[in-house]
């Protein structure tokens, strides 16, 4: 048993947190956000040079064959910076989807780019009645002679109005809640009939509302199985979940020491506040609740690396932890820095904010306690 | 013991809904439901409420007070927060109309007293400094003799609706060198006054509430000081522990809950609404369990100073499960709102969800301001406990 960082796993979390550290304080993040697309396309180039974009593809698919522990490393960094670039949508989600189901040309078409940087894809899989539900598609594809023709709405799509190409899932088949009959389509962003609308989320990130009316594609953006997507999105959701999970994490630690320092400088009555045992002990228990979360969270990781069958159990044991306690650690950092708490000054209210998101995104506190339920019996 | 209104409180109470039934249009409901409120909307129900005589039920009926039991307060405030009316902005009403008429000489409850009744004229609290937050007596923004003028310098913090109002009470310290306590004195201070700065403070709530004072050589005529020097600490107590009604916000909490029961009914999860979802129902009812005991032990908290006692050791936790329940209610509903309570575009989702996470997101203070539940329970620890 060894829960140590490889050589080559060390690099990594020592580049990442180092940029952190370095060129990515909270200001700078500020900005990052009100820019075009809600990101710094600098800052995106930079971490194709650095490498970074490619971390989680296969040699063959021109990366490095990362896997959840890279995975892992790289996010519990970004959260802690809070880091807004589309990693988790362009490269895990719609790369690792690709990377997944995609055919030889597909793959060689796309991925490169998304490796270097030039590409952005994003998955337009939610719908406004899914909620957690990604076999939930009203969206349709119709086939014809020349390919497909989708339409229907698609809901949150994560940082939509940056991307170059959609992944929509449409149904082919069968009604609204089946899990068969639903297909995956590689679709561009400017094909006529796509309305999208681009808004901010209150986490500082962004995400779109598309609405697809007779979009035509040809037969060749089908990606993966006809009708048979239902799998493959929900693998790569319990990936994604894993991924937003460890920022989380990250997040979680930056609370509490955060707070821990916050307390040992603010003084009242003459004393610092950490002097006060009422804190100290819910400090305690914010450490507490970081630690449980990691060790989830390692124990995600370790089943994926080892191909368990318990991957998804642990998944909904991570998710569900996560969103009880991240937010719970987000609330208590709120009250201890006071009115300081309060302001967009300090990043702690921005850490809640995400966390908030990241607890709707593939699954909530809810969703996976009765998934774990369901897949414990 | 007997929990049945008397048959005058049940004529009050009709009485009390008929009028809000009449004069509580659907604008200002829909300004309440839709989270912030802008200050014309709040000063015309306020002005509603002083025509028809019902702005400062807790007053003395010498200075435009109702005259009304508790038990009448107690309705009234209930009826009013239950069909949705906006909240009054406590600062002059609850806060330093109280001192003023308490403390104040005759001619300073001639000079403000009306203008506050009728809405005239915003109050903001000047408390809170950088330094001075849970340990309000650290505060040192200085007020210096000079003739009949004081001359403030300092920087006051959190200062809500600072931007709106046009006076400022404010705790300055008038002796350095006497006890913390001791050298605390009560200014009024006009906000048009050259050498005052307002900064806004961008808060997480994305509204604009707070904000910081800065007083630069600041003129204050003497006649704007409350009672004596260096006894403002005495006065700031007092008004601390006047306004104890209505702290529990089980009304307010109520209508959250409702609001929420339609949300849910609304919201879709796993293909049916999510009112009929099990986990859902579950933790809905656990804050209703907690709302329930809430309003009971605000009853007996009433009951016994219409008894004419004093409240009980029962009001003291009033406040802490108060806030702590409207922020479960909060959470709750964001988490009911889906992915939509995190939307900031115009016209995505369904309109209710921006409100709801605004008011969440604010809500975060109610366990900081107005004394932390930590200090709350520091005291009710000595106080009640006597520990
Ligand atoms: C939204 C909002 C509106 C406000 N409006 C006004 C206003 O209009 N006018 C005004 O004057 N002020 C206002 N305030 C200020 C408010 O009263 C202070 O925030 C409050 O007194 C807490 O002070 P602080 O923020 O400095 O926190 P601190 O006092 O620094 O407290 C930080 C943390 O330490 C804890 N703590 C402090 N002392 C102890 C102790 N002895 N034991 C255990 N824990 C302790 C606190 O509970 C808190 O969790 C407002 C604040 C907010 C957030």
């Given amino acids: ?377 | 013991m007997d929990i049945q209104l008397t048959p005058n409180d049940v004529a009050f109470r009709d009485e009390v809904r008929a009028f809000l039934k009449e004069k509580l249009s659907d604008r200002f409901k829909r300004a309440v439901v839709g989270g912030y409120i802008d200050k014309d909307t709040i000063v015309q129900w306020q002005k509603i409420l002083y025509e028809k005589g019902w702005i400062a039920p807790s007053w003395p009926t010498q200075y435009g007070g109702t005259g009304w039991s508790i038990t009448q307060k107690f309705i009234f405030e209930n009826e009013c927060a239950e069909a949705g009316a906006p909240t009054l902005v406590p600062f002059g009403l609850k806060m330093v109309g109280p001192v003023i008429y308490t403390f104040g000489n005759e001619e300073q409850k001639a000079r403000f007293l009306p203008d506050i009744l009728q809405s005239n004229v915003w109050w903001c609290q000047g408390y809170s400094e950088p330094g001075a937050g849970s340990d309000l007596a650290a505060l040192q923004t200085r007020a210096e003799r000079d003739g009949d003028d004081y001359i403030v310098n300092g920087q006051k913090i959190w200062t809500t609706y600072a931007q709106h109002s046009d006076w400022i009470f404010c705790l300055v310290r008038t002796d350095g060198n006497a006890k913390k306590q001791e050298g605390i004195s009560f200014l009024l201070i006009d906000m048009n006054t050259p050498g005052i700065e307002v900064r806004k403070i961008d808060s997480i709530d994305n509204q604009h509430s707070l904000n910081e004072v800065f007083f630069d050589n600041v003129k204050v005529p003497v006649a704007n000081r409350i009672g004596e020097e260096n006894k403002g600490w005495t006065y700031a107590k007092y008004l601390l522990t006047h306004e104890r009604t209505a702290i529990a916000g089980v009304p307010q909490s109520k209508r959250a809950i409702e609001r929420l029961k339609q949300i849910a009914a609304q919201e879709i999860s796993a293909g049916k609404p999510l009112i009929e979802d099990e986990m859902f129902c579950a933790k809905l009812a656990r804050i209703e369990v907690d709302l329930m005991a809430l309003e009971y032990t605000e009853l007996r908290a009433i009951a016994s100073v219409a008894d004419g006692g004093a409240p009980g050791p029962e009001s003291s936790i009033l406040k802490i499960r108060g806030t702590e329940i409207q922020q479960a209610v909060a959470e709750l509903s964001v988490e009911a709102c889906g992915y939509y309570a995190h939307a900031l575009g115009q016209g995505v989702g369904n309109d209710y969800a921006a409100p709801i996470s605004t008011k969440y997101l604010y809500g975060r203070a109610a366990t900081i301001y107005g004394g932390s539940n930590e200090v709350q329970k520091n005291i009710i620890a000595k106080m009640v406990l006597g520990l």
């Fill in chain 1, 1 to 377: 048993m060894n829960f140590n960082y490889s050589e080559e796993q060390t690099l990594l979390k020592d580049s990442v947190s180092r940029f952190i550290q370095n060129d990515y304080d909270y200001e700078t993040r500020k900005k990052h956000c009100a820019m075009d697309g809600g990101f710094d396309a600098a800052t995106w180039q930079t971490f194709a040079e650095l490498g970074w974009l490619c971390v989680p593809f296969s040699e063959e698919d021109g990366g490095i064959g990362g896997g959840a522990v890279e995975t892992m490393i790289m996010m519990e960094e970004f959260g802690k910076g809070l880091v807004v670039e589309p990693y988790v949508s362009t490269v895990l989600i719609a790369g690792g989807l690709l990377a997944k189901v995609g055919n030889a040309e597909q793959k060689s078409e796309i991925l490169a780019g998304i490796i270097d940087g030039s590409r952005k894809l994003a998955l337009a899989a939610v719908e406004p009645q899914s909620r957690f539900d990604l076999f939930d598609v009203q969206t349709t594809a119709t086939s014809s002679a020349e390919g497909y023709q989708l339409n229907g709405a698609k809901a949150m799509v994560l940082h939509g109005g940056s991307a170059d190409t959609f992944i929509v899932s449409a149904r082919a088949a069968g009604d609204s809640r089946d899990r068969e009959g639903v297909s995956l389509f590689l679709v561009p962003a400017d094909s006529d009939g796509i309305e999208r609308q681009d808004f901010p989320t209150l986490d500082g990130h962004r995400a779109a509302e598309l609405t697809l009316s007779n979009v035509k594609v040809p037969a060749a953006a089908l990606l993966g199985m006809d009708g048979a997507a239902v799998p493959a999105l929900e693998s790569i959701a319990d990936e994604a979940a894993v991924a937003l999970a460890a920022e989380a994490v990250g997040m979680m630690e930056k609370l509490y020491r955060e707070t821990v320092e916050y307390s040992q400088n603010r003084k009242q009555f003459g004393v610092p506040i950490s002097a006060f045992q009422a804190l100290q002990h819910r400090m305690v228990d914010m450490f507490t609740m970081h630690e449980e979360c990691k060790s989830l969270l390692l124990r995600a990781v370790m089943s994926h690396k080892a191909g368990d069958a318990d991957f998804s159990k642990n998944v909904s044991a991570l998710k569900y932890a996560v969103a009880v306690k991240g937010q719970k650690v987000a609330h208590e950092a709120i009250q201890i820095f006071g009115g300081m708490g309060m302001t967009d000054e300090m990043s702690v209210g921005m850490y809640l904010k995400r966390i908030n998101v990241i607890n709707t995104l593939f699954g909530n506190g809810d969703y996976h306690l009765k998934r774990f339920i369901s897949l414990s019996v």
